[in-house]
């Protein structure tokens, strides 16, 4: 029962582009922030990009000015634009996003299945 489900991973050469996409199931409301996390071999998971509701985006240093965060609410999707990638980009990315599935719940933490990003020098 995956609630989020990411695709547009895969390998590309450094310097190229990426578009990932993630849409989080309808059953999911009351959602402000959506973003995507990564892992890498070794390390910690760690925020690539969040955007609210209202707007308001986050991004990890290491990605600023290449990566964009975007939603369309309509769709209950979260896309991460990915410019000029790095080998040190290469990870596993997870979309995440914070909502719940009954009115009665607080909000709860969800994530997708993680797809795979590989760039090559």
């Known amino acids: 029962q995956v609630q989020l489900v990411e695709s547009g991973g895969g390998l590309v050469q450094a310097g190229g582009s990426l578009r990932l996409s993630c849409a989080a199931s309808k059953r999911i409301f009351s959602v402000n922030l959506m973003g995507w996390y990564r892992q890498a071999p070794g390390k910690q998971r760690e925020l690539v990009a969040t955007m609210a509701n209202s707007g308001s985006t986050n991004y990890a240093d290491s990605v600023k000015g290449r990566f964009t965060i975007s939603r369309d609410n309509g769709k209950n999707t979260v896309y991460l634009q990915m410019n000029n990638l790095k080998p040190e980009d290469t990870a596993v990315y997870y979309c995440?996003?914070?909502?719940?599935?009954?009115?009665?719940?607080?909000?709860?933490?969800?994530w997708g299945q993680g797809t795979q990003v590989t760039v090559s020098s």
């Open positions: 995440y996003a914070n909502g719940r599935t009954r009115t009665w719940e607080r909000l709860s933490d969800y």
